[in-house]
């Protein structure tokens, strides 16, 4: 019901800085967002979570080893995510995806549902 499209990815060299988007629609049920956020996995490792925003709040949260290099923002009037991601390092490389944790309306009432994107790849190296 709600559909997540990523872009942004690509291969970038070490120290460089990139800006992931993701953006959320409906393809005709009324939602509301309660959070998104980015995770992402390295090939033969598990799905991390990387940070998460609080979408009527705003309040942010990072997994530790990316502090303070990658900022996720939002906006609502679009319904996007944004990833910026700075000082890159080849440990960085991944497939990024996005998630949002949404309220959809149906008949009987709000039903809270979590979606992914598709995937989109970062690649950093020399």
């Known amino acids: 019901q709600v559909q997540l499209v990523e872009s942004g990815g690509g291969l970038v060299q070490p120290g460089g800085s990139l800006r992931l988007s993701c953006a959320a629609s409906?393809?005709?049920?009324?939602?509301?967002?309660?959070?998104m956020a980015w995770y992402r996995q390295a090939p033969g490792k598990e799905r991390d979570f990387v940070a998460r925003i609080t979408w009527s709040t705003g309040n942010t949260n990072y997994q530790d080893s990316i502090q303070g290099r990658f900022t996720i923002s939002r906006d609502n009037a679009n319904n996007t995510v944004y990833l910026q991601m700075n000082s890159l390092k080849p440990e960085d490389t991944a497939v990024y995806y996005c998630n949002a944790d949404t309220g959809v309306l149906y008949a009987n009432g709000l039903r809270r549902v979590s979606y992914w994107g598709q995937g989109t790849q970062l690649t950093v190296s020399a």
């Open positions: 409906s393809s005709g049920r009324f939602f509301t967002i309660y959070t």
